[in-house]
Antibody
Framework: QVTLKESGPGILQPSQTLSLTCTFSGFSLSTYGMGVGWIRQPSGKGLEWLANIWWDDDKYYNPSLKNRLTISKDTSNNQAFLKITNVDTADTATYYC?????????????WGQGVMVTVSS | DIHMTQNPVSLSAFIGDKVTITCRASQDISRYLGWYQQKQGQSPKFLMYYASNLLSGVPSRFSGSGSGTEYSLTITGIQPEDAATYFCQQCYSYPLTFGSGTKLEIK
């Protein structure tokens, strides 16, 4: 059974760095073809893809966030991480981690419950 | 970036109705399109990949079609549990992008 769960600070101030953790089970990021992605959703709005990381440590980032993102993984502990530097109120959202599917294309077949992050002074 | 235009923004339907949600890509995405269902307060659920391939366990009243830049999700015989927001997602190229969502209300 595949499960993912996000954790984060809840609230932080503008200009700080947001650190998110995704703890998962039911698959391994050391397995060929596996990957995890991060997606966010402001309240009442749509989905924005942020970053993907693969079993071989290949990484893809959304260029709209202009080098503010860093994705990483800890294969031994079944975790993936996302850091967003210099946050502002526009980064307030629910952040999801999701497994990248094995189907033809980079879809997200299992999602975590999401973690709400508020940026406020 | 590939922009995904999803229509309508919202719609209402009666139980048993047939509804269609469309997703238009700003360029040919060669059927690399997925659909997700997000119920209120929940995470998105992956429904379909490669435009028309239903995930195991997804009811057969859901179907998908399309090619090139035009895609659609059809629900034939709406059920109360279909009330949700539906999103499309292209994975033809990075950055991955989603449609803005269609909120389906059951009358």
């Amino acid at each position: 059974q595949v499960t993912l769960k996000e954790s984060g600070p809840g609230i932080l101030q503008p200009s700080q760095t947001l650190s998110l953790t995704c703890t998962f089970s039911g698959f391994s990021l050391s397995t060929y073809g596996m990957g995890v992605g991060w997606i966010r959703q402001p309240s009442g709005k749509g989905l924005e893809w942020l970053a993907n990381i693969w079993w071989d440590d290949d990484k893809y980032y959304n260029p709209s966030l202009k080098n503010r993102l860093t994705i990483s993984k800890d294969t031994s502990n079944n975790q993936a991480f996302l850091k967003i530097t210099n946050v502002d109120t526009a980064d307030t959202a629910t952040y999801y981690c999701a497994r990248i599917s094995n189907y033809s294309g980079d879809y997200f077949d299992y999602w975590g419950q999401g973690v709400m992050v508020t940026v406020s002074s | 970036d590939i922009h995904m235009t999803q229509n309508p923004v919202s719609l209402s339907a009666f139980i048993g109705d047939k509804v269609t949600i469309t997703c238009r890509a700003s360029q040919d995405i060669s059927r690399y399109l997925g659909w997700y269902q997000q119920k209120q307060g929940q995470s998105p659920k992956f429904l379909m990949y490669y435009a028309s391939n239903l995930l195991s366990g997804v009811p057969s009243r859901f179907s998908g079609s399309g090619s090139g830049t035009e895609y659609s999700l059809t629900i034939t015989g709406i059920q109360p549990e279909d009330a949700a927001t539906y999103f499309c997602q292209q994975c033809y190229s990075y950055p991955l992008t989603f449609g803005s969502g269609t909120k389906l209300e059951i009358k």
